[in-house]
């Protein structure tokens, strides 16, 4: 990894104009890893542009620094791209690769579409490793950057439950505060500015949960109706599969939600099914815990679930 971290290191120093772009609705590790990015490469001279074709962000990131600065305009010339968070390169929201390309990521289901791939699968987030890029080279990691990685990290280990969590997610939290982060105003930010809409939502979305496969799963639903009633916009469905997963016999969750162009399935497992190969099949990805895809096409609520519970039986039965 440090010979990755080398040539990625070189080819940034000779480049000029480079832009940091994250996948469609991005996460916390994806806008966090992209933006603490911003200040080390504007330390370095360089012209920088933050984009991400999504609109409008997430609002419960607005307090990162920076993150004004993201725009869904690419410019007209650049001479390398750094994409965060990004299994494929259909999810970067561009149409071609026009530059060099430095692909970071921590999902094992990534398809490698860089010129040069860090790719760590056994990273508990992307951030973790743009931090471990930064401590490879000897790179200053100042505070904005920091807050952008804690936080990165605090979102995509669920705040340092996953099994992802050991002693050096812990060991790079602690530097993060070395460099100034402030702990409990990150937390205030992501934990503490809850939307009525959302939990408006959850009440509805959790009339519709179902059991099935002797308690070990259990399916929600987010149609676009309950959307509008509830005046709720997506991000407020991002926690809801993990709360139904909290259920006890519950092993794996899986919400379905209606969008424009298909359903949205988020999965998510508690102890030992690999919930990532369920993706993949239908097109998407992600992690042995948490993986989604969207079914695109004629499809509805009951036809995806009758698909996913046959995927969930046999996969229970292999995994357990």
Known sequence: MDNLFKEAFEKIKESNNIVLISHINPDGDALGSSLSMYPVLKRMGKKVTIFNATKPLPEYLDFLPNFNKVTDKLPKNFDLMISFDCGSFDRLGIEKKTAFLINFDHHISNTEYGDINIIDPNAA?????????????????????????????????????????????????????????????????????????RLRLLAKAYETIEMCCDGRVAFVEVTREMMEITGAIKEDTDTIVNSVRAIAPVEIAAMLREDEDGIK????????????????????????????????????????????????????????
């Open 125 to 197: 987030s992307t951030s973790q490793v743009v931090y471990n890029f930064c401590k490879s080279n000897g790179i200053d990691i100042d505070k904005e950057s920091a807050t952008c990685m804690y936080t990165a990290l605090i979102t995509d280990t669920g705040s340092f439950q996953y099994e992802s969590v050991n002693d050096k997610v812990f060991e790079m939290a602690a530097d993060m505060v070395r460099c100034g982060v402030e702990p409990a105003y990150v937390s205030k930010m992501l934990f503490q500015r809850d939307r009525l809409s």
């Open 265 to 320: 399935i988020s999965l998510r497992s508690k102890n030992y099914a690999d919930v990532s190969k369920i993706a993949v099949k239908y097109g998407g990805g992600g992690h042995i815990r948490a993986a989604g895809a969207t079914l695109k096409g004629e499809f509805d609520f009951s036809k995806v679930k009758e698909m996913l519970k046959k995927d969930f039986q046999n996969l229970l039965k292999g995994d357990k």
